[in-house]
């Protein structure tokens, strides 16, 4: 099973199995897209701009699973550049059955720092091109 998340230039991809089922959470990096995969079948997709999603979905043996999902912010740590902070909890009944919990931050002070310094040198040098 690859890493979770696993990162392409369009979906960032969550997998996981339970008891026969092969589990895919998919959510879009450019646009506003998720999608829930049950052993390759498309159970749901939703446009949602929120930070948080709730889904539920059906399985063939009847069992309703419920997707928490969304991007969080660890309380109490500096910022760190290593990676995104998604988190996903799934849930049968009252028993949880999946947990991605955030290792890092999105942004760190680094990172914000080279946005300062590139959005400087771009404001600096490319717009009087454009303005003038």
């Known amino acids: 099973m690859k890493k979770n998340p696993s990162f392409s230039f369009k979906w960032a991809t969550i997998l996981f199995n339970y008891k026969d089922y092969q589990i895919k959470y ?11 995969w049950v052993n390759d079948e498309l159970k749901h997709r939703q446009a949602s701009w929120k930070w ?4 539920s979905v059906e399985l063939s043996n009847g069992e309703t699973l419920n997707f928490d999902f969304g991007y ?3 309380k109490g740590k500096r910022f760190s550049i290593k990676g995104p902070a998604l988190s996903l909890y799934v849930k049968s009944g009252e028993n949880e059955i999946f ?7 999105i942004i760190g002070w680094k990172g914000l720092l080279a946005c300062l310094i ?10 009087p091109l454009i303005f003038v």
Request: charged content about 30%; overall charge neutral; hydrophobic content about 40%.
């Open 99 to 105: 947990r991605l919990e955030p290792k890092n931050e």
């Open 72 to 74: 969080e912010k660890i």
């Open 26 to 36: 998919r959510n879009g990096m450019w646009n506003s897209v998720e999608e829930i």
């Open 118 to 127: 590139i959005g400087f040198l771009f404001g600096f040098f490319v717009l």
């Open 52 to 55: 948080r999603t709730q889904n």
